[in-house]
């Protein structure tokens, strides 16, 4: 990935605070609309609930696609929105380590309306690493990039 299309990811991250996450269930994929934040590696940052489908899916099969689009600014009929798959791996963020001040920092940051589930000792947070990325906006401005 050069710098401009890690730019061009940052800012389309930077700008949306809700991404859907799909995660590989032993039966059916489930997908969430959920708040996440970024970090400047591109890792994604979720929070769920130790108990929730979507943990579970991502404990058993840590792979997973994430969406992120900008249709509620963009012009759907023309097709003027930016979006981006992000297929990455996803790993469970140690509670009371170093890592996790770390990224509930960045979470909220971004997000600080999310700041009351902190307070809860099922909360669970997931970084997803991207391994591949599809991006495009509108239909001249596309690439592709395997990390």
Excluded: C
């Excluded at 609309?33 to 609930?49: N, Y």
């Excluded at 997973?64 to 249709?71: F, N, Q, S």
């Excluded at 997931?126 to 509108?138: H, V």
């Amino acid at each position: 990935m050069n710098a401009e299309q890690k730019r061009k990811i940052l800012e389309l991250l930077g700008q949306e605070h809700v991404a859907v996450l799909i995660t590989q269930g032993d039966r059916w994929p489930t997908g969430t609309l959920q708040a996440f934040a970024e970090t400047e590696e591109l890792d994604l940052l979720f929070i769920m609930r130790y108990g929730v489908e979507k943990y579970q899916n991502l404990v058993k099969h840590p792979r997973a696609t994430v969406l992120v689009d900008t249709r509620d600014v963009g012009n759907v009929p023309t097709f003027e929105i930016t979006r981006a798959s992000i297929q990455g791996e996803a790993a469970e963020v140690p509670r009371e380590s170093a890592d996790w001040e770390r990224y509930k920092a960045i979470f909220l940051k971004k997000n600080s309306f999310e700041a009351p589930f902190f307070g809860s000792d099922t909360l669970r947070m997931m970084r997803i690493t991207p391994r591949r990325i599809s991006y495009a906006a509108g239909l001249k401005d596309t690439f592709w990039v395997e990390l």
